[in-house]
T-cell receptor, first 115, second 113 residues
Framework: AQSVTQLDSQVPVFEEAPVELRCNYS??????LFWYVQYPNQGLQLLLK??????LVESINGFEAEFNKSQTSFHLRKPSVHISDTAEYFC?????????????FGKGTKLTVNP | NAGVMQNPRHLVRRRGQEARLRCSPM?????VYWYRQLPEEGLKFMVY????????ESGMPKERFSAEFPKEGPSILRIQQVVRGDSAAYFC???????????FGPGTRLTVT
């Protein structure tokens, strides 16, 4: 079964500092990976996704993630964070089996950006 | 185009009561997914439905939980005889086709007292 591990449950950083949120997955088939962001009391918003092609994917608000097949990782990075980036971030892998598909999520990483 | 709608946003039920959670997918989307988020946990898949069909309910508890997505109207997640352990946030997502991006609703936060 596919699984996702987010190694850090909480990451506190100062504003304008760089940040990396780690994500490792286990999968024996083609991999489709996602990062979602959840602001307090809201639903999930797609931040970026890897389906195929370039292993480096970027979002419109400065985040990027790199698919590393050999290390089975899809870490999320931002070179300089803002207060408004404070949220919970979920890594997910899409699984397709027997005509069904679903997202398998990690437990999430709470990013807190302090002034 | 309105996003995925869920109601109610907050629901309080006493133990033993029934909870009905509604999800209206985005216009043109015929695939609906339900996920549950327990405190301090990530989202866990519950069920995948297309119009009038349950495709995969492997994540649904065997008892008390059911889901439907009728030809007309929203998808419903029904929890009978709720217990305190059912307290969680329930998220619905929709997609236009299988293997497309899933768009999430704001969630329903169920509290069982």
């Amino acid at each position: 079964a596919q699984s996702v591990t987010q190694l850090d449950s909480q990451v506190p950083v100062f504003e304008e500092a760089p940040v990396e949120l780690r994500c490792n997955y286990s999968s024996s088939v083609s991999v489709y990976l996602f990062w979602y962001v959840q602001y307090p009391n809201q639903g999930l918003q797609l931040l970026l996704k890897y389906l195929s092609g370039s292993t480096l994917v970027e979002s419109i608000n400065g985040f990027e993630a790199e698919f590393n097949k050999s290390q089975t990782s899809f870490h999320l990075r931002k070179p300089s964070v803002h207060i408004s980036d404070t949220a919970e971030y979920f890594c997910a892998v899409r699984t397709t089996q027997g005509g069904s598909e679903k997202l398998v999520f990690g437990k999430g990483t709470k990013l807190t950006v302090n002034p | 185009n309105a996003g995925v709608m869920q109601n109610p946003r907050h629901l309080v039920r006493r133990r033993g009561q029934e909870a009905r959670l509604r999800c209206s997918p985005m216009k043109g989307h015929s695939h609906v997914y339900w996920y549950r988020q327990l405190p301090e946990e990530g989202l866990k898949f519950m069920v995948y439905l297309q119009k009038e069909n349950i495709i995969d309910e492997s994540g649904m508890p065997k008892e008390r939980f059911s889901a439907e997505f009728p030809k007309e109207g929203p998808s419903i997640l029904r929890i009978q005889q709720v217990v305190r352990g059912d307290s969680a946030a329930y998220f619905c997502a929709s997609s236009p086709m299988q293997a497309d991006e899933q768009y999430f609703g704001p969630g329903t936060r169920l509290t069982v007292t």
